[in-house]
């Protein structure tokens, strides 16, 4: 397997034995983070913890003082869009300090990385910025396939780790914004850029990239967080060892694909990631295939639990959108049967944590027709099920159905319909597979075909929030938007080039409503409440023990929620649109709320982008739904917003 034997803990592990080490230094990276975690003044990482539950036990500001929340600062991340992340807040040197970047219209603006000492919490002062400035690749900016945005920076061992547009992942130190180590990791000639965020496991930083529509080939890489050095490389497509499938992968659900799994047809066992594609026009052999140009990147959240020791990462839809190119056999029918699932795209994975290793793989969406990318969060918690306590994984997809799993083995336990479905009827809980509706079914070169939900799915990146002690409730912002999609002609094989071939046209499902917030019970499949908005609904929840959600719209709108009836409680408008995610934090004795404003990704690109708002294909759809929802009249601003209680 295409992966390095390095110990991880090298030199610390040979300084414990000769009794060298202190405690502080035994301990990992992600140790670090899920202590600081227990610390509920901090917020320590992307999803506030690595089981991303956005959750915190702040209840300073609650349902009873909301009204009271008071705008007290504002500070600008010097680019003007595509902010769909979150600052992290921890403790550096005995100064509660915040750390965050911006998004990367041009590489004069790209990336800008800001330190903020929070010792005065309500006059917060910049101590470094950091933008990388050379060696840059302005290519990355037009090979983005849905704006240039960033997802979030993480801290651990005094360090930032971060990555660029253009594909480098940097760790700087925590006190100066010195590199400390660069890595080129995505390459945009080969379609690839970086949008985030990576994910700290161990002492592992863990990075994907996207560029599923530009002919990437997924990848997942895991660098030691002191030297930056590769520990293990695994792709998505291809042969069982460039997957890091072993012979124990799917042990428990074989039907969900092994090392010797024979398709329908008995015609392939093995090496899924090759023979689930076909052939090129012009080649004979399956090892140059499409599988090279296949998608399946991993290009949003990675989660972690410490005591599996396994990273949960789910990848995109399989390259292009015109699929009767990636079947072998010629109708809608035949290229459903399971040999030509175009494996291991729209797959969460379970990998083991210091090999990269896949304990267990299940695909979503086999045989994509909709660009339903998988990558959505995966949520983990501990639920009762069916009278059982298990080890929970939720997530939310594209497709529009909530599937729950047992994370230990991969057990599928649940999948619910969270929006308007008609694509497939419904999931098979036996075989794992979606039951799909030939109607609305994208298959054939220039047949029309209408589907719901549309390919920006029932909910994109924006994500959801839970309550661990209320571990089947969460809190999901959805899009509701349908779609017609016609499959057309395939022009070039080339990777980097936009690869999408098919015209997409996105409409609200209802008039007048683009966005729902919804608390939705994954268990029973059903909504407690719901709040819908003219207005997508493109960014992040947050929940707190203050009774509340925290939420933004894409007309700048910032919500706080009662957690239990669904009542909008408190709403300020920012200066922009808002695709950020909340986080709450608490400094100097008071508990502060911040969010970042600045309209952008995919939903939000034909306006920073400047495109026709009259071409109802523009950027694969958006452009239809930006102009039926009013985003053009959306200012755009990059800025964090700070708010706390009035005195």
């Not at 990636?326 to 795209?345: I, L, P, Q, V």
């Not at 209320?470 to 509701?480: A, D, H, M, R, S």
């Not at 690869?499 to 409409?507: G, L, S």
Request: include cysteine; aromatic fraction near 10%; glycine fraction near 10%.
């Amino acid at each position: 397997m295409k992966r390095n034997s390095l110990l991880l803990l090298g030199g610390v592990m040979l300084a414990a034995a000769v009794g060298l080490t202190s405690p502080a230094l035994s301990e990992t990276a992600s140790e670090q983070i899920d202590k600081e975690v227990k610390n509920p003044d901090l917020w320590p990482a992307p999803g506030r913890d690595n089981k991303l539950t956005r959750h915190s036990s702040l209840s300073d500001i609650n349902t009873e003082n909301v009204k009271k929340l008071e705008y007290v600062w504002s500070q600008s991340t010097g680019a003007l869009r595509g902010h769909e992340g979150q600052p992290v807040v921890v403790m550096h040197d005995g100064k509660p300090m915040m750390y965050f970047s911006s998004g990367c219209p041009n590489m004069a603006q790209c990336n800008i990385v800001q330190a903020l000492d929070l010792t005065d919490p309500d006059n917060p002062v910049q101590v470094w910025n950091y933008v990388k400035k050379t060696d840059r690749d302005p290519s990355a900016v037009p090979r983005a396939c849905c704006d240039t945005i960033h997802r979030g920076v993480n801290y651990a061992k005094n360090k930032v780790v971060y990555h660029t547009l253009d594909g480098f992942v940097i760790a700087l130190d925590a006190s100066t914004g010195k590199e400390v180590w660069v890595v080129k990791h995505a390459y945009p000639e080969k379609g690839e850029t970086i949008t985030g965020p990576t994910l700290i496991a161990e002492n592992l930083v863990i990075a994907g990239f996207g560029g599923d529509e530009f002919a990437a080939r997924g990848r997942l890489t895991a660098y030691d967080i002191e030297t930056g050095k590769v520990v293990w490389n695994c792709h998505s497509t291809g042969p069982d060892d460039d997957v890091c499938m072993t012979p124990d992968t799917n042990k428990a659900n074989p039907h969900f694909g092994t090392t010797k799994t024979e398709t329908h047809g008995g015609k392939y066992t093995g090496n899924l990631g090759v023979h689930t594609y076909p052939t090129r026009e012009g080649e004979e052999q399956h090892p140059e295939g499409e599988w090279k140009i296949g998608g399946g990147a991993y290009w949003a959240w990675g989660s972690y639990d410490p005591e599996l020791k396994l990273v949960y990462w789910a990848t995109g839809n399989p390259g292009h959108w015109s699929p009767s190119y990636r079947c072998g056999a010629k109708t809608h029918d035949e290229c459903n049967t399971g040999d030509w699932d175009n494996k291991w795209s729209m797959t969460i994975f379970a990998r083991k944590v210091d090999t990269g290793e896949v304990a267990w793989a299940y695909q979503m969406t086999p045989f994509d027709q909709w660009d339903y990318d998988g990558v959505n969060e995966n949520i983990l918690t501990d639920m009762e099920i069916d009278g059982k306590k298990v080890k929970a994984l939720t997530h939310f997809d594209r497709n529009g159905f909530a599937y729950v799993l047992d994370r230990t083995n991969g057990n599928l336990l649940r999948a619910h319909k969270y929006v308007t479905v008609d694509w497939a009827e419904k999931v098979d809980l036996k075989t794992g597979r979606p039951v799909k509706v030939y109607e609305h079914s994208p298959f054939e070169v220039g047949r029309n075909v209408a589907a719901c939900p549309s390919a920006m799915g029932g909910k994109d990146q924006q994500p959801c929030s839970v309550d661990p002690k209320e571990p089947n409730k969460f809190y999901c912002p959805t899009n509701n938007w349908c779609m017609e999609d016609e499959p057309q002609e395939r022009t070039h094989t080339q990777q980097g080039t936009v690869y999408v071939f098919a015209n997409v046209y996105m409409y609200p499902e209802k008039p007048g409503i683009a966005g729902k917030l919804k608390k939705f019970d994954v268990l029973t499949g059903k909504a407690d409440w719901e709040i819908p908005d003219p207005y997508p609904n493109w960014g992040g929840t947050l929940v707190t023990d203050g009774g509340l959600v925290f939420y933004g719209s894409n007309n700048g709108d910032f919500r706080a929620v009662d957690r239990k009836t669904g009542k909008v409680l408190w709403q300020k408008r920012l200066g922009s649109g808002i695709i950020g995610n909340p986080i709450t934090y608490k400094a100097n004795g008071k508990q502060y709320v911040s969010i970042f404003a600045g309209l952008g990704g995919w939903i939000g690109i034909p306006v920073t982008a400047g495109l026709d708002m009259n071409d109802k294909f523009g950027a694969i759809g958006a452009t239809a739904m930006a102009k039926a929802t009013g985003l053009d009249k959306i200012p755009q601003g990059g800025m964090l917003y700070t708010f706390r209680l009035g005195e």
